[in-house]
């Protein structure tokens, strides 16, 4: 055919396209050939396509100027030193440059309740204008999927940005109680070290002991993983919940000098953990199907959300968040920390909580007393 095609946006299409798509959507314009073409037919085309274009320029534009000059805060609701914390200023010190207007990013601790209390205040209190982020505990969508007490937030009407890869959730066990397996924790009662019920280092061992038969002892009280692991190095604790890429990035040498041994873990598999799989150990298929839910945050990860802010500036920081996750300075870095990246973005991510949302109501009220 003697002519060409042009690529533009389509406003037609963007109407129908979620926020983040609209941008991105095309229209092919033919521009015919000489053949074809009355005089100055290109020019015409040519100017349409700059008119296509002008909308997402001016969307730009408008992001931009709202977060010059800004603060994004980043909220953490657990202690200085764990993974969650590590994780969040990682992101937090290099998302700014990919946002438009590049705003100073600052990340805060407000720790309370295993971090229940930053979430309600990010949903309900916080401003809703795309200048507040919180690093979200991964069990709180199944948290509210089954009615625990606590929950004043959506899952549902939070957005969410996306988590630098999903985590492997494991129990281990400090290496002078001679726990070496889980037929041994049944055994013995051993002092389980957590930040407060609700929280995953209290929901893990505690549906080991209900479905598995272990006989952890949970103490509270804990702001974050970093404060229990003094605790184990004290002997006040004998055990915690960790998540594998946290033990690599956080305890390397634990690992190395076998202070610590796993003797369970959960989600998706880690390559390079040889422990049996809370999942497998289940005696019935609907002992599985509850510690699915109990522990699927694991797909999550370490998420980062902000609350009901305006879909534009949500779709540029799921924007500016893929593009952080490429980034060479900030990939650089997450190795030097020893963490992985295999990212779960923000629509997927949304898509993974919905899901957990709609768990029927039997299975939630079997898991319920577990994660509370």
């Given amino acids: 055919m003697d002519g060409k095609l042009m690529d533009g946006h389509s406003g037609a299409l963007a109407k129908r396209a979620s926020p983040e798509s609209r941008c991105n959507r095309r229209v092919h314009i033919w521009i015919p050939g000489p053949r074809f073409a009355p005089p100055g037919m290109t020019a015409v085309a040519l100017a349409a396509l700059a008119l296509l274009s002008t909308p997402c320029a001016a969307q730009s534009d408008a992001i931009a100027e709202f977060y010059r000059g800004k603060t994004v805060n980043v909220l953490i609701g657990v202690g200085v030193g764990g993974e969650y914390d590590i994780q969040a200023r990682l992101v937090a010190r290099h998302i700014g440059k990919h946002i438009p207007g590049n705003p100073t990013v600052v990340a805060q601790n407000m720790t309370g309740a295993g971090g229940l209390r930053m979430i309600n205040y990010l949903y309900n209190v916080a401003a809703k204008d795309g200048t507040y982020i919180g690093m979200i505990a991964n069990a709180f969508p199944a948290m509210q999927a089954v009615g625990a007490s606590g929950v004043q937030f959506d899952a549902g009407k939070m957005q969410w940005l996306g988590t630098i890869a999903p985590v492997n959730e494991t129990l281990a066990v400090w290496h002078t109680t001679g726990v070496k397996n889980l037929d041994d924790a049944r055994k013995r009662e051993v002092v389980a070290g957590a930040s407060a019920r609700g929280a995953i280092t209290f929901i893990y061992p ?51 000098e076998k202070k610590i041994v796993v003797i369970a873990q959960a989600g ?13 150990a289940a005696r019935s298929p609907d002992e599985r199907r509850v510690i699915e839910l109990v522990v699927s945050g694991t797909q999550l990860g370490r998420p980062l959300a902000t609350n009901a802010a305006p879909a534009d500036r949500v779709a540029a920081l799921r924007a500016a968040y893929a593009a952080t996750m490429k980034n060479p300075e900030f990939l650089a870095e997450a190795k030097t920390l020893n963490f992985e990246i295999d990212p779960v973005l923000g629509e997927p991510m949304q898509r993974i909580v919905e899901k957990v949302l709609s768990t029927p109501k039997e299975l939630a009220a079997r898991a319920k007393p577990l994660m509370e």
């Fill in 268 to 280: 998706p598999r880690a390559a390079d953990l040889d422990a049996p799989s809370v999942e497998d």
């Fill in 206 to 256: 505690q549906m080991m002991n209900e479905i598995l038969g272990t006989k952890f002892k949970i103490v509270t009280g804990y702001p974050g993983g970093n404060e229990i692991n003094l605790a184990m190095e004290r002997g006040e604790v004998e055990a915690r919940n960790n998540t594998w890429s946290s033990w690599k990035a956080t305890k390397a040498a634990w690992l190395k």
